[in-house]
């Protein structure tokens, strides 16, 4: 098994349960990783055998440009895509962290984690 990592893919966002917050927006952070079997891209050396991560990062800037009330429901659509886009990816976590929070305290960030396996 292998693993792809994609970090900190930085986007403006408008995803929030306030109607100020998918007004004004936030700046969020996405980190992706996806395991799988990439022996055949390891000897072809053929990018349409692993996991082409443009095409990853773009499903990411599709999905976060829908605004959401939660971020819990964009890291579904963004994980479902993904692993209904490439049989070789047995494994995607995604990380979803937004930026300074509307909450009672300061906080730097909130983030949310999903992992599927397939």
Sequence with gaps: ????????????????CFEEERAIG?????????????????KSDKLEDTIDYVAVSDIVVQEM??????IEHVAERIVTRIISSWSVAKCVKL????????????????EYVLERSQ
């Design 1 to 16: 098994m292998g693993k792809i990592n994609i970090r900190d893919i930085n986007i403006y966002a408008y995803h929030g």
């Design 26 to 42: 936030s700046e969020y952070k996405v980190d992706i990783s996806i395991e799988g079997d990439f022996t055949v891209a390891e």
């Design 65 to 70: 440009r829908v605004p959401s009330k939660l």
């Design 95 to 110: 990380i979803i962290k937004k930026a300074t929070p509307p909450m009672n305290v300061y906080a730097e960030s909130v």
